[in-house]
């Protein structure tokens, strides 16, 4: 089966720098590679998805890469804010990642 | 936007006693629901996949008999945990998507199950 590790589980960044978060899958036949934000107790929030047919996407402060070949995407946030603090769920169709938990330092 | 709810939002039960989580798709037919558990500070683990009108699709390690699944129509999926213990207690959380959409991949959560076996 699929099999989605991210990485890093942690992630502190000062207010204004940049943010990449990384995942990799092991299932070629997957094609879909949704972002999610969850808070505690909470249902995830898709912030952004990210389909095979392309490489990137944008979306304001927010991008993903991917890159099939090599079975792997990202998530690029710029200018990050303390709003931002959240944590982060990569997946893979719909098998998730371990989670990011990204601090934003004001 | 599509929407899943989902009910009780929180439960507690007895050792042992069993517990009925539902499931429904509101305004659209959901040809594919998933079942994930989350424990505190970790991720979504998928449980079991159901398609309306067929058997649950269980994922490694989850017990078909103590978490059944039911789909019995496109709108409601069940998942009744079985002689529910203390390990049990946990987040408990469905999806569902729409193949005839458009995003035939965006998947909708429902707001998710607390649950508490005392």
């Known amino acids: 089966g699929e099999n989605v590790e991210q990485h890093p589980s942690t992630l502190s960044v000062q207010e204004g720098d940049s943010a990449v978060i990384k995942c990799t899958y092991s299932?070629?036949?997957?094609?879909?590679f949704p972002w999610y934000k969850q808070e505690l107790g909470k249902r995830p929030q898709l912030i952004i998805d990210i389909r095979s047919n392309v490489g990137e996407k944008k979306d304001q402060r927010i991008a993903v890469t991917l890159n099939k070949t090599a079975k792997h995407f990202s998530l690029h946030i710029t200018e990050t804010q303390p709003e931002d603090s959240a944590v982060y769920f990569c997946a893979a169709e719909v098998r998730f990642g371990a989670g990011t938990r990204l601090t934003v330092k004001p | 936007g599509a929407v899943v709810s989902q009910h009780p939002s929180w439960v507690i039960c007895k050792s042992g006693t069993s517990v009925k989580i539902e499931c429904r798709s509101l305004d659209f037919q959901a040809t594919t629901m998933f079942w994930y558990r989350q424990f505190p500070k970790q991720s979504l683990m998928l449980m079991a996949t159901?398609?309306?009108?067929?058997?649950?699709?269980?994922e490694q390690g989850v017990e078909k008999d103590k978490f059944l699944i039911n789909h019995a129509s496109l709108t409601l999926s069940t998942l009744t945990v079985t002689s529910a213990h203390p390990e049990d207690s946990s987040f408990y959380i469905c999806?569902?998507?729409?193949?005839?959409?458009?995003?035939?991949?965006?998947?909708?959560f429902g707001e998710g199950s607390w649950l508490t076996v005392v």
């Open positions: 159901s398609n309306e009108g067929s058997k649950a699709t269980y």
């Open positions: 999806s569902a998507t729409d193949a005839r959409r458009n995003s035939g991949n965006t998947i909708y």
């Open positions: 299932d070629s036949a997957s094609n879909y």
